[in-house]
């Protein structure tokens, strides 16, 4: 027992020692370390009657429907341009044609296109491989950028590629715009492949390239005499004879005596006058109605005949800018900057051309549309037209 007393005091002395150390164990777990969290009670719901009301939307309009302004886009009750019912856009943007390998940006002008180029296996060394494969690439993005431009629609019966046939000249302005068309973005692929997207604008100069010659334009700074807007003619009623009385019977019962005194009809009020050239612009809805996009589209009345087109604007303006410009949804083009502000917006009824590229507005618009034109508010090309 003398032997083993000793080593049962220096157990006991490191179990006293070693308690404190778990304590603070427990107390602060190691960093580091998951710890679970357990989840803290579920708060108990308030009381239906305590729940605090839900804010109340006022009350919504109808699907489509959006308030008229007055001016611009309901118009000041002028006939033929009361248009306020419009779709909700929930894809309002730019208008995008998409291709195979590449896009057509209607609002903006741009085309671009993309090719794909593999490094050579017989290259000299990496840098060498990179540099052929961008090489190709670039060519066969151009080479794509071509087919993409051959396909544009001039107007609603000529495209470009049947132009290029019928004038080589055309041919050879068009091959050296593509040439030197610019290139957007290299990508570098994981298997060494090198992909290059090239873009070239429809405006500008190699708009003036593609636009014929022969087309009609407004020569600058010339405007026709165009009549006022517009506006239904008030009529003065006709002039009522003064009754006739009989000398012998007084006056008729809750009139005064001077009865036979002629009477004067009020004069008639004069229509509010509205100015064409308060308007910013014209927008056109023509969604729903397949129209292509082209670079020269025309605006036609019902009767056929051309309301809005090259003729109504300067070759210089076309070029710049485009005759008309294209948008996905009506809030698109309503803030589109060509026609930013105040504009008209009317509805065509129909496609028309071979392509489908023209569009057909009702008579009463048309007029509208020729009295803007009139006013020089179209010389600019301020006509957006919206497409699905």
């Avoid at 009670?41 to 729940?51: E, F, G, K, Y």
């Avoid at 017989?122 to 494969?133: E, F, G, K, S, V």
């Avoid at 005194?261 to 612009?281: I, L, R």
Wanted: hydrophobic residues 45%; charged residues 15%.
């Amino acid at each position: 027992m003398r032997h083993v007393a000793p080593y049962v005091f220096i157990v006991l002395a490191l179990c006293l020692l070693a308690a404190p150390g778990a304590a603070a164990a427990q107390e602060y777990p190691a960093r580091n370390v998951y710890t679970p969290i357990q989840a803290a009670p579920a708060a108990q719901a308030a009381p239906a009657a305590q729940a605090a009301p839900a804010a109340q939307a006022a009350p919504a309009a109808p699907y489509g429907m959006q308030a008229a302004t007055g001016q611009g886009y309901a118009g000041q009750g002028l006939p033929g341009q009361a248009y306020a019912p419009a779709m909700q856009d929930f894809a309002a943007g730019p208008y995008v044609q998409n291709f195979d390998a590449g896009t057509i940006d209607w609002t903006t002008g741009r085309v671009t296109a993309v090719g794909i180029g593999a490094p050579p296996a017989n290259a000299l060394n990496p840098a060498q491989a990179r540099a052929m494969a961008i090489r190709a690439a670039t060519v066969i993005a151009r080479r794509n950028l071509l087919e993409i431009i051959q396909g544009v629609a001039l107007d609603s019966r000529t495209t470009v590629r049947n132009y290029m046939v019928s004038d080589e000249t055309v041919v050879s302005e068009v091959r050296g715009y593509l040439q030197n068309s610019s290139i957007l973005d290299t990508a570098y692929m994981s298997d060494g492949s090198i992909e290059v997207t090239v873009g070239i604008n429809l405006r500008g100069a190699f708009a003036d390239a593609l636009l014929p010659k022969t087309m009609p334009f407004r020569a600058p700074g010339t405007l026709p005499q165009a009549a006022p807007a517009p506006a239904p003619a008030l009529q003065a009623p006709a002039q009522v004879p003064p009754p006739v009385r009989n000398p012998l019977e007084g006056p008729t019962p809750g009139e005064g005596a001077d009865l036979g005194a002629p009477q004067v009809p009020d004069a008639p009020v004069p229509a509010p006058a509205v100015s064409m050239a308060d308007y910013s612009g014209v927008v056109i809805d023509a969604r729903g109605l397949k129209v292509r996009p082209a670079m020269s589209p025309k605006i036609l009345a019902e009767s056929g005949e051309q309301v809005y087109g090259s003729a109504s604007v300067s070759r210089q303006y076309a070029i710049e800018q485009g005759i008309a410009g294209y948008a996905r949804g009506l809030d698109a083009a309503l803030q589109n900057p060509r026609v930013a502000g105040n504009p008209l917006v009317l509805k065509a009824v129909s496609a028309a051309g071979p392509a489908g590229a023209d569009l057909v507005i009702p008579g009463p618009q048309a007029e509208l549309l020729k009295a803007m034109a009139g006013a020089g508010v179209l010389e600019k090309c301020r006509v957006m037209i919206v497409l699905d």
